[in-house]
T-cell receptor, first 114, second 112 residues
Framework: KNEVEQSPQNLTAQEGEFITINCSYS?????LHWLQQHPGGGIVSLFM???GKKKHGRLIATINIQEKHSSLHITASHPRDSAVYIC????????????????FGTGTSLTVIP | EAGVAQSPRYKIIEKRQSVAFWCNPI?????LYWYQQILGQGPKLLIQ????????DSQLPKDRFSAERLKGVDSTLKIQPAKLEDSAVYLC??????????FGPGTRLTVT
């Protein structure tokens, strides 16, 4: 069983819709990351969270440490938001050298239709 | 600030051939990671370097994969010989002293 689970695996939305992607994890973490991967492979970091909520433009990320759950929201979705969104965590119980390692979810493939 | 550079961007080889990938991390980043991402899956860590030393290579298939970071800056990942199941995107990432990692554009390998 993967330590990080994402849902849904695939999501298709109409332009302008509000989108939510969920991430659940089963281990203690130091931080949680939301990453965006466009076709071609490159990964961009969207957010790093250890508590609460962060907002950047139309993107909002929240985390509930007690429930071991995070959500990524996209407001007023646009076709250029089409990408794979990946949740990753840093485990809290690790040797110092490996504490920065990411444990990844399998990603959510988002397609926004004009 | 220049990002993480990788080359080549694409590579097609036949099974049993050899291939090498190159990564140049962000200047000053001591930690460098190589990941393998198979289509439809999240990235899987192959090896982590701290400067020129290996921190974790527990998931590196050492019978065919090797990696080095001789001067603690750029790094190469080699596969010899390649198998069909090695077809994937190979990602390099670097970090300084935080939980954040900065990813390169990746190398898409197709083994036929």
């Amino acid at each position: 069983k993967n330590e990080v689970e994402q849902s849904p695996q695939n999501l298709t939305a109409q332009e302008g819709e509000f989108i939510t992607i969920n991430c659940s994890y089963s281990v203690g973490i130091s931080a949680l990351h939301w990453l965006q991967q466009h076709p071609g492979g490159g990964i961009v970091s969207l957010f790093m969270l250890s508590s609460g909520k962060k907002k950047h433009g139309r993107l909002i990320a929240t985390i509930n440490i007690q429930e071991k759950h995070s959500s990524l929201h996209i407001t007023a979705s646009h076709p250029r938001d089409s990408a794979v969104y990946i949740c990753a965590v840093n485990l809290s119980v690790e040797a110092p050298d490996t504490g920065n390692q990411f444990y990844f979810g399998t990603g959510t493939s988002l397609t926004v239709i004009p | 600030e220049a990002g993480v550079a990788q080359s080549p961007r694409y590579k097609i080889i036949e099974k049993r051939q050899s291939v090498a990938f190159w990564c140049n991390p962000i200047s000053g980043h001591a930690t460098l990671y190589w990941y393998q991402q198979i289509l439809g899956q999240g990235p899987k860590l192959l090896i982590q370097f701290q400067n020129n030393g290996v921190v974790d290579d527990s998931q590196l298939p050492k019978d065919r994969f090797s990696a080095e970071r001789l001067k603690g800056v750029d790094s190469t990942l080699k596969i010899q010989p390649a198998k069909l199941e090695d077809s994937a995107v190979y990602l390099c990432a670097s970090s300084f002293q935080s939980y954040e990692q900065y990813f390169g554009p990746g190398t898409r390998l197709t083994v036929t």
